[in-house]
DNA sequence: CAAGTATAATGACCATAGTCAGTGACTTAA
DNA sequence: TTAAGTCACTGACTATGGTCATTATACTTG
């Protein structure tokens, strides 16, 4: 267990993390992340560029993190809405709707650009990845649930087992969304990724 | 129709570009992507930095340019094998089989660090993605033939169209390519793969 | 052949991500 | 209180992708 008191050292040092952090999201927010260089954002911060260093890695290293902070916030937000389906409604239709709508957040929340960095973030692992493809992640327990109510409701064959299923759901929509960025703009997410999943649960059901 | 005739001076100029790529090629297999400047390109190759851009826009289309020779040769090779099935096989075993073939490509021929530079180069670099990417490549037009053959032979289902389903498997593989490439060592690519076509291949039979 | 033109090639230069040896304010132990 | 030690912080510096005004030289034309 960690110490929890700060001395007034450690207080400035998370003070001076916060400010390059909220600098750097203003300014990305404003010019996007091509056009923000370090050097802007420790100018505004108010901080050298090697203190930038002490907390960040890189500067892929922040915009990972902020958008990582970003997506962990949606997960609540995914689970309340799975939570406002009624008990007997099918677990295909639940997937179906979740699906759809994480991938309205990806487009229009978060967006292309964010996304880029993070699969970009992801591959090059210059990031701590748990937090978004870790198994213990709260969206692959959201659908261990719904698969698992499939499998109870006899809507989905058990020749799989239910990790078996949950993982290939989420891995299809990451390499939907990573063929997205690669041609983005010419690619519309949503669509291709609701045809790839009805493909997937026609394969999935029962008999 | 360009000239044929060359003259002293663009045949040097040729022969420069030549100097430049295959001095990169080489640097490249030894190094990686990363780990070689064009300062060293054009040091190898004798030339100056100028002369580099002179002959490419930048270092990702230098990068551009190998991959599309290097997937041209990839496609010929899967081509020859498919040629290899007798005329009454079944549509969802050549699948099966092509798939695993370059499967075993990406992971022994290729293998991880060079399937991960060039998955990094798609999303991070501004490279013409289209020999890889581009609905004109080979492999497109292969899985196009198996996939028509299939619905042929009435073994899968018509409501798509054969150019979705094409995309569909190709976008899969290259999905699941991604994650191997995240979760290295942590992750078999080729039962993943396998698994993953089993419920697309169940999905998409007739009935 | 001489003068003019086109272009391949040059390398000093720029912008920006990232490094690191050094500094001094703060903490700790006597 | 004070000396020793720690660590957040600094900014000059490096590395590297890319630019551009200039130069060298092959080609063309009169």
């Known amino acids: 267990m960690k110490n929890l008191k700060l001395n007034n050292r450690q207080a400035k040092a998370i003070e001076t993390k916060a400010k390059i952090y909220d600098s750097a999201d203003q300014l990305f927010r404003t010019y996007g992340f091509d056009h923000v260089s370090?050097?802007?954002?420790?100018?505004?911060?108010?901080?050298?560029?090697?203190?930038?260093?002490?907390?960040?890695?890189?500067?892929?290293?922040?915009?990972?993190?902020?958008?990582?902070?970003?997506?962990?916030?949606?997960?609540?937000?995914?689970?309340?809405?799975?939570?406002?389906?009624?008990?007997?409604?099918?677990?295909?239709?639940?997937?179906?709707?979740?699906?759809?709508?994480?991938?309205?957040?990806?487009?229009?929340?978060?967006?292309?650009?964010?996304?880029?960095?993070?699969?970009?973030?992801?591959?090059?692992?210059?990031?701590?990845t748990d937090p978004i493809v870790g198994y213990d992640r709260e969206l692959y327990k959201m659908f261990n649930e719904i698969i698992k109510k499939g499998i109870d409701q006899q809507e989905f064959q058990t020749e799989m087992t239910i990790d078996t299923i949950t993982k290939h759901c989420i891995m299809a929509i990451r390499g939907i969304t990573y063929e997205w960025c690669i041609r983005y703009p010419d690619f519309d997410l949503k669509s291709e990724v609701l045809i790839h999943f009805k493909i997937l649960l026609n394969g999935l059901k029962k008999q």
């Open 38 to 128: 370090v050097d802007s954002i420790v100018e505004k911060a108010g901080v050298s560029k090697g203190s930038f260093y002490v907390h960040f890695d890189s500067k892929n290293s922040l915009i990972s993190a902020l958008a990582t902070d970003f997506v962990a916030r949606l997960d609540l937000d995914y689970k309340s809405f799975l939570e406002s389906f009624p008990p007997n409604a099918m677990a295909s239709e639940i997937l179906l709707s979740i699906v759809g709508k994480i991938v309205d957040v990806l487009t229009l929340t978060i967006g292309y650009n964010s996304m880029k960095i993070i699969y970009e973030a992801l591959i090059t692992r210059t990031i701590n």
